[in-house]
Structures are given as structure tokens and as C-alpha cells.
């Protein structure tokens, strides 16, 4: 049995393709285009395993796509790949739209022509499971109840609105065509192998180079935070009963205040690697201009997760902070090789004159 992962160079999809072949050998195809958020190098641990076949590409190409399906017959699709930092969608917005949406519609119509012609077993047993965002129900007020899986769609950046528009993709070919498909929408991550552009790797990068900690506007934004592995072993579970057609809320009931988060980051610091002056890295915090739109809270209600497939986180907020804060300290490496680029050679170095 095979599974076709798309965008597994990057941070929930190298963390899902790791802990999918620690416990088991069913071998994983990770079609990826390499962006700048792709790393070959997060995935070290997997050279030399036959069971992970790496392709470097785009899932708006079809054609490749296409070949990547009647060879290696997946018996489940799971779509990681997509332009995901809300800042850059503020920037270059086209982007987004490429991959998020044509990139999405490209990828269907592949998974579509080949489901169609598979034998009957194969196409019932089918799973196109879609890996989305609780950014597209848009922005809650600070007593709103959390999301649903029926709350409206109110996308209020062009990256939500590029990842709204590939969930109603994904839901038309069900009901259009009958693709067995499934959509999580998940809150927000955080674990190994994050890029630095996100907050909670910034926040740790920045702290141990003695730069600022910028926060934006008055920091009281309100997230809901999840340890990655947990979102991975949603994801899992999703694929293995989840039912057809469905979508499913993943959050971790950890709704917390930006600069809360930007605290304990300092705090867990402050206590695994002090700063030599004596002094806090909240010294080290600057409040700074407002991300434009910034939505103001997400929380994300899991119960239908928790009910109808008994999943359930298995971090709690504390936990996984203080992991995540120790795997960066232990892995400086690999954040340097991120900051200097140098993770970009990684392909050339691994894979430079290894015969086909
Ligand atoms: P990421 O930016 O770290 O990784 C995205 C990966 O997709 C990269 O490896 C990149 O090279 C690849 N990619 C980009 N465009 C591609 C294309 N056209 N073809 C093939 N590969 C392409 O993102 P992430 O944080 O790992 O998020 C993965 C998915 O989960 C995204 O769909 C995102 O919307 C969703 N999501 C993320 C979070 C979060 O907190 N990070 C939360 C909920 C949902
Ligand atoms: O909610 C799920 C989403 O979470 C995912 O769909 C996105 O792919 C993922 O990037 C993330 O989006 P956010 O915009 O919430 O994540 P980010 O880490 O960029 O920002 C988290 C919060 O911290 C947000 O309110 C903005 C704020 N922030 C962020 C940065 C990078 C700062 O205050 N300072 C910063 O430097």
C-alpha cells in the first residue's frame, strides 16, 4: 500500500511523513516543489529509507502528477502543499492563488481521472483527505462561542480566502463527482522544525541572537495552539474512519493571547539557556505595527473530532511549549542552515551523483 503526500518537505507535512513511517512501512511518495519553506533537511532522518520516495514538483502539474499516480497507485491522497504565511499573502498575494487554488483545482483534477479508473474495491476504499485552516471561518469576538464545522466561512486574508476557496474545491468534486474526500481544518501549530517566520520559531530564534521580539499591535490577538504531532495523529485518524464528505475541526482547547505566548517563550529561555547579562529576553520584546487585517481571535470547538473518532491531543499547551523550546536549542544547526539558505543545498548535496 502506498500514500501520496503532497508538500512533505515542509513543517506539518515533514512532521506527518516522519511519524507515518516511524510506525509503519507503507511507503509514501512526498511530492513537493521545494519553496522557500520546503526543507529536504527535516527529513535527514529518512535517507536511505526505500519506504520514502521523494519528488521534487508542483502539484499544479498535472502531467507529473498524473505519472505520480498510475505508477505508484496511491491508495489515499493527503494535500499538504500551500503557500501558508499570512504576512507573505499580505505581500504577494499571487502566489497564494496559484498554488492554493489553481495548484489545489490541478491537483483534483489528476486525483479525479485517476479514481475514476480505478477497480471498484480501490475507488470505494479512495481517500483525497485535504489539510486546511480554522482561518477561514474568519474572526471571532471575545465571547463568541468557538468554530464549528457549519460556522460561515468569513476568510479576511488572501491566504485564508486562497485555502476557503480550495476547501469549496474539494467539496464540489464530492458532491459534483463523488471523490471520497475529507477536509480538516486545524488551529495553530507548533513544534519541530517550524520555519522562523512563524511566531513561536521567531520568537526563539530572535530571543537567542539578542534581537528584538517584535510583536504586533498590542499582542493580545488570541490563537488556539496545537502540539504538530498532534495535529499529525488527527490527521491520521481522520484518513483511517473518518466519514466521506466530511469536514472536522482539529484544535487543542489552548486558546491563548499572543504576548502570553511570547512570555512563556522567554520564561522557558530564560530557565534552559539564561542570557548572560542576568537580565530576561523579555527585555527583549517591541511592540510594532499591526499585521494589516489582523484577525483578532480563532478558537476551534473539536468535539465532533473527540466524538465521533475518539481523538484527543496527547500535549497539553505546557508540554509542548517546553519541548519545542528544547528542540531548538538542541537543533541550532538547523535553524542556521535555514537562516544563511544553506538548507536550499541540501538537494545537490544529497542527491548530486546518485544514479536514478
Ligand atoms: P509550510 O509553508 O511549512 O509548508 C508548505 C510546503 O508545501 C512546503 O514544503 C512547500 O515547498 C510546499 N509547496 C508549496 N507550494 C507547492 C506546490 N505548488 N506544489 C508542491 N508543493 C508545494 O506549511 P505548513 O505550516 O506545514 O502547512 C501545511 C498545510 O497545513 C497548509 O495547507 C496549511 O494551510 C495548513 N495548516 C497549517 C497550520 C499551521 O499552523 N502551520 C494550521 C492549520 C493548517
Ligand atoms: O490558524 C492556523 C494558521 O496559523 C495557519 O493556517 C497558518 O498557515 C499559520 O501560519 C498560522 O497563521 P497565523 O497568522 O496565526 O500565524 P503566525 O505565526 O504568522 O502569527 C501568529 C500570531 O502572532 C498572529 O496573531 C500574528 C502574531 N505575530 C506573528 C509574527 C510572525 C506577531 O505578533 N509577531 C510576529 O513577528
Not at 44 to 51: F, T
Not at 76 to 87: C, G, K, R, Y
Not at 109 to 124: H, I, M
Not at 193 to 212: Q, R, S
Request: net charge negative; aromatic share 10%; hydrophobic share 35%.
Amino acid at each position: 500500500m502506498t500514500i501520496l503526500v503532497t508538500g512533505g518537505a515542509g513543517f506539518i507535512g515533514a512532521n506527518f511523513v516522519m511519524e507515518w513511517l516511524s510506525g509503519a512501512d507503507e511507503k509514501v511518495i512526498n511530492l513537493d516543489k521545494l519553496t522557500y519553506a520546503g526543507n529536504l533537511e527535516s527529513l535527514k532522518c529518512l535517507e536511505g529509507n526505500p519506504a520514502h520516495v521523494f519528488v521534487q514538483g508542483d502539484i499544479g502539474d498535472s502531467a507529473l502528477v498524473q505519472d505520480l499516480l498510475q505508477k505508484y497507485q496511491p491508495r489515499a491522497v493527503i494535500n499538504f502543499a500551500a503557500e501558508s504565511h499570512v504576512d507573505r499573502s499580505i505581500h504577494s498575494p499571487g502566489d497564494f492563488i496559484q498554488t492554493n487554488v489553481v495548484g489545489t483545482f490541478h491537483l483534483l483534477e489528476a486525483v479525479r481521472a485517476y479514481w475514476n479508473e480505478l477497480p471498484e474495491d480501490a475507488r470505494t476504499d479512495f481517500r483525497f483527505l485535504h489539510v486546511s485552516t480554522d482561518e477561514v471561518y474568519g474572526s471571532l469576538a471575545a465571547t463568541d462561542p468557538a468554530f464549528t464545522e457549519t460556522n460561515r466561512y468569513e476568510p479576511n486574508s488572501p491566504y485564508s480566502a486562497s485555502k476557503a476557496a480550495s476547501d469549496h474545491l474539494v467539496r464540489s468534486y464530492h458532491h459534483t463527482y463523488g471523490l471520497p474526500v475529507l477536509t480538516t481544518n486545524c488551529s495553530n501549530n507548533y513544534g519541530p522544525y517550524h520555519f522562523p517566520e512563524k511566531l513561536i520559531p521567531l520568537m526563539i530564534v530572535n530571543a537567542l541572537a539578542g534581537k528584538a521580539l517584535p510583536v504586533y499591535g498590542d499582542g493580545q490577538q488570541i490563537r488556539d495552539w496545537l502540539y504538530v504531532k498532534d495535529h499529525c495523529s488527527a490527521i491520521r485518524r481522520v484518513l483511517e474512519a473518518g466519514r466521506v464528505g466530511e469536514v472536522y475541526n482539529v484544535g487543542g482547547w489552548n486558546e491563548k493571547p499572543n504576548l502570553e505566548i511570547v512570555n512563556r517563550v522567554c520564561a522557558l529561555l530564560d530557565e534552559l539557556r539564561p542570557r548572560e547579562d542576568g537580565q530576561s529576553y523579555q527585555e527583549q520584546i517591541s511592540f510594532v505595527t499591526d499585521r494589516p487585517g489582523h484577525d483578532r481571535r480563532y478558537a476551534i470547538d473539536a468535539r465532533k473530532l473527540e466524538r465521533e473518532l475518539q481523538w484527543k491531543p496527547a500535549e497539553t499547551f505546557e508540554t509542548g511549549i517546553r519541548k519545542t523550546v528544547q528542540w531548538y536549542l538542541e537543533n541550532q544547526q538547523w535553524v542556521e542552515n535555514v537562516q544563511s539558505g544553506s538548507y536550499r543545498d541540501w538537494v545537490e548535496k544529497n542527491y548530486d551523483g546518485r544514479s536514478a
